[in-house]
């Protein structure tokens, strides 16, 4: 702990599961967190439990500027399904308030891993032009870029399968681990870099400390469950349909692409595990186990009573 007085904090993304732990943890250690939402009814639960709640869109330069006045520190998440020039303009209009704002400490959760190559897709390399202007800011930051997050399997093409079916699907192929990691861990590492000012400069890869491919996500299922669970292996395509459903025609189209692409070039596929021992060292947090997870969302995946 190298902080010996509470951080006042802007919290951007904190209405959404990715995020919505960082007030929580922010307020057990001590912290005053300011969330930021568009929709201040959103944030009622955090209010209650002591964050104080500001108006903004981070679409409003100057309103961002306004409200990271006075923040010691910045926890920033930014909405990676806006189109990719809004989303660059989201990131370099945070990155600049809190700059002029004098912020000591930017942490962001970049929401996935930033890949070292362009790939062509703006979707996706629209956080390598966030960092390229983050590092060229001078800001004082600490990038963390978590693989896949573990509540992406309490969306519609993942817990429906696992309550009704007895099976976990994903549209990942069988074979390719994913190193998946809880939002909740995320938070914690957010909150313990935000306390360490002097990691500046850090960008790590982070991840869970388990590396399970289909069936072995299945067993982990199964031991959280108590009941037998098997891995499908989704589709891509009918992936990509359910996003279609939930944000419209053509929403999935990208994300279904990626996930073929691990389908059709095995080579290709990314590796989702972060040498963690490196930034639990220097972020000393509790990892959760997929099990552990799974158990803790029992309620999600429960299988429907018989009539």
């Not at 910045?74 to 809004?86: D, H, R, W």
């Not at 070292?116 to 979707?123: E, I, L, Q």
């Not at 800001?139 to 969306?155: F, T």
């Not at 031991?223 to 009918?238: F, K």
């Amino acid at each position: 702990m190298n902080i010996n007085k509470p951080l006042n904090v802007l919290v951007y993304g904190a209405t959404g599961s990715q995020a919505g732990a960082v007030p929580t943890r922010l307020l057990e250690r001590g912290h005053q967190p300011y969330v930021l939402t568009r929709s201040t009814h959103k944030a009622t639960h955090h209010a209650q439990a002591g964050a104080i709640i500001v108006e903004g869109d981070m679409a409003d330069a100057d309103r961002l500027r306004e409200l990271s006045e006075g923040m010691d520190a910045v926890s920033l998440l930014i909405p990676f399904f806006a189109n990719p020039a809004e989303v660059i303009n989201y990131g370099r209009q945070a990155i600049d308030a809190a700059k002029a704002a004098g912020v000591k400490l930017l942490v962001w959760n970049t929401s996935g891993f930033i890949l070292p190559v362009r790939t062509g897709n703006p979707s996706i390399d629209v956080r390598i032009d966030i960092l390229d202007y983050l590092q060229g800011s001078r800001l004082p930051y600490v990038v963390l870029q978590p693989s896949a997050y573990l509540e992406n399997l309490l969306g519609p093409w993942t817990a429906p399968f696992v309550a009704n079916e007895n099976r976990v699907a994903y549209p990942a192929p069988g074979d390719m681990p994913i190193s998946w990691i809880a939002s909740d861990d995320v938070s914690a590492l957010v909150v313990a870099a935000l306390e360490r000012p002097e990691l500046a400069g850090a960008n790590w890869p982070i991840s869970g400390l388990e590396n399970p491919n289909g069936p072995a996500l299945a067993r982990a299922f199964s031991e959280g469950l108590g009941r037998p669970i098997d891995y499908y292996a989704m589709p891509p395509r009918d992936f990509g349909g359910i996003l279609d459903q939930l944000f419209g025609p053509g929403a999935g189209a990208a994300a279904a692409s990626e996930y073929q692409r691990m389908w059709d070039f095995p080579d290709q596929r990314p590796d989702f595990r972060a040498d963690m021992q490196p930034v639990l060292d220097k972020l000393p947090v509790r990892m959760t186990s997929i099990s552990e997870w799974v158990a803790r969302h029992k309620a999600v995946f429960a299988a429907p009573v018989p009539v």
